[in-house]
C-alpha cells in the first residue's frame, strides 16, 4: 500500500504560481512512476503531468506544457508540481497518484491521494 499526500494547493491569482507536493510512504518511493492530475467542477478527471521512477521521463497535458514542470526528489519520497503562469481554467482539485512501474512514465492510478485545490481567480 502507498499513501500519498498533497500540499501546496490554495487561491492566486492569475499568472501567479503555486507548488503543489506529493508525499509518499509505505513502499519504495524508486518503484513507482508518479504522476499529477486534477477534476475541475462538473468535469472528468484528466491528465496533467507524469514522471517516471529516475525523473528523466516526463509527459505532460498540452494544456499545460510551458507552464507546469513536474519533478520528484526520490530521498525525500516527494514528487511536485511547478505551476507557474496560472490561469482561471487551472481551477480543480489536484491528485497525486502512483503506479508501480520502473519501465515507463504512464500512471494508471494504481494509487491516488486526496487531493488539493487549486483556484486561480482573474
Known amino acids: 500500500q502507498v499513501h500519498l499526500v498533497e500540499s501546496g494547493g490554495g487561491l492566486v491569482q492569475a499568472g501567479g504560481s503555486l507548488q503543489l507536493s506529493c508525499a509518499a510512504s509505505?513502499?519504495?518511493?524508486?518503484?513507482?512512476?508518479m504522476g499529477w492530475f486534477r477534476q475541475a467542477p462538473g468535469k472528468e478527471r484528466e491528465f496533467v503531468a507524469t514522471i517516471n521512477w529516475a525523473g528523466v521521463l516526463t509527459y505532460y497535458a498540452d494544456s499545460v506544457k510551458g507552464r507546469f514542470t513536474i519533478s520528484r526528489d526520490n530521498a525525500k519520497n516527494t514528487v511536485y508540481l511547478q505551476m507557474n503562469n496560472l490561469k482561471p481554467e487551472d481551477t480543480a482539485v489536484y491528485y497525486c497518484a502512483a503506479d508501480f512501474n520502473r519501465l515507463t512514465a504512464v500512471v494508471r492510478g494504481d494509487y491516488w491521494g486526496q487531493g488539493t485545490q487549486v483556484t486561480v481567480s482573474s
Open positions: 509505505g513502499r519504495t518511493f524508486t518503484d513507482y512512476s
